[in-house]
């Protein structure tokens, strides 16, 4: 057995014993397959899913590929930050190259009008599944999803919220704590929330998302009573994702006390994000975290664009693939999980991975 992988056996024996999951040997991790608890049962056959894992749509840097690999995979792939003009082509590119499911995320708080304009596009496209955040879809564009026969989910962070979501007639919940990467609707913890949630969705499929990296953070969280774990930063960090390799690499070795939670990257959407605690982070810090107009370095063109403009230094926009310039000062978008990533695999050797520490971590086998 590799060392890496007697390491992390080593490891996750004792803590899926404090968890209250069982006890899960080396061989054993070898030659069973690992259960479900219930709750993800219903889940992956509501959805069709194979696995009990959700990429997180985490903007411009979800691609079809990535997507396509993830859901051919047998977990739940994800596109996100599409434009109007290309939105349905783009669904329709991701539906040819896999007939398993997918999700398209839209974030309200970003739409000029609700109903988005976007929508009748992703639905037209075949998008089956619809997953909102940063906001409650008008009943126009419910009406919408479900004349198209299509699900929809919707992001929450309290159990107010999740009424508020279950009223609308939403599908799945996902509930997201401060320790998710990227823009952050959440204020408390996800496991301080995700009790709260649960009382309130009342059997309703509830997706854990904030800070989950790997598959003892999976194992945690299903154990907890969720139905799926959401991931984020680990995908960000695959063969396939759009980030700028020099993203991707800053992302190896970092700890989850790298991140931050701030304001510093709010020029394009004023919200707080966890970042990566890079030399723009540290410096607008020291300078007292000051409002615009008065920010160090205010006005920096940090990198450039394939299409030649200029990516400023507070933009809240991550550097992608063709960008070049000084891209680990731009805004380096990182959960708590960021500690979790070791390497930039393939997406379908990662979902693989991530379901075999599962199992080690305390996936039970299943009965024949």
């Not at 014993?17 to 030659?31: E, F, M």
């Not at 075949?126 to 955040?133: K, L, M, P």
């Not at 649960?198 to 997706?207: D, Q, S, T, Y």
């Amino acid at each position: 057995m590799p060392g890496s992988r007697r390491n992390f056996l080593e490891a996750a024996m004792p803590i899926s014993l404090a968890l209250g999951l069982p006890n899960v040997t080396a061989a054993q991790s070898k030659s069973s397959t690992p259960s479900l608890p219930r709750q993800s049962q219903a889940l992956v056959e509501l959805f069709g899913l194979k696995y009990p894992i959700f990429q997180a749509g985490f903007g411009t840097s979800t691609t079809v590929p990535l997507a396509a690999a993830i859901s051919n995979a047998g977990a739940m792939g994800a596109i996100a930050g599409l434009r109007i003009e290309s939105a349905k082509d783009t669904v329709q590119k991701l539906k040819a190259a896999t007939n398993r499911p997918f999700y398209v995320n839209i974030l309200l708080a970003l739409q000029a009008q609700n109903p988005p304009a976007i929508l009748p596009a992703v639905l037209e496209g075949g998008a089956q599944v619809i997953q909102f955040s940063w906001g409650l879809p008008a009943r126009e564009a419910i009406a919408m999803i479900r004349s198209n026969g299509a699900k929809f989910g919707m992001q929450v962070t309290s159990k107010e919220s999740a009424r508020m979501a279950l009223d609308l007639g939403a599908d799945y919940l996902v509930c997201q704590g401060t320790e998710a990467g990227g823009h952050v609707q959440a204020h408390r913890g996800l496991f301080e929330t995700l009790p709260l949630v649960l009382e309130e969705a009342r059997g309703k499929p509830v997706i854990a998302a904030g800070g989950i990296g790997d598959g003892l953070g999976i194992a945690k969280a299903l154990s907890a009573g969720a139905g799926a774990a959401m991931l984020g930063t680990r995908f960000l960090a695959t063969v396939e994702s759009a980030a700028h390799p020099d993203y991707k690499r800053s992302l190896i070795g970092a700890k989850a006390a790298d991140t931050a939670l701030t304001m510093c990257f709010q020029d394009g959407w004023p919200a707080a994000h966890r970042v990566l605690r890079n030399q723009t982070f540290v410096n607008w810090e020291a300078a007292g975290c000051p409002p615009p107009g008065k920010r160090p370095g205010e006005g920096d063109a940090v990198a450039t664009r394939p299409n030649g403009s200029k990516l400023l230094r507070y933009a809240n926009q991550s550097p992608m693939v063709g960008y070049e310039g000084r891209i680990v000062e731009c805004s380096l978008y990182a959960g708590q999980s960021v500690e979790m990533v070791k390497d930039i695999p393939a997406a379908a050797d990662l979902v693989k991975r991530l379901w075999d520490e599962y199992g080690a971590a305390g996936g039970r086998k299943r009965k024949a």
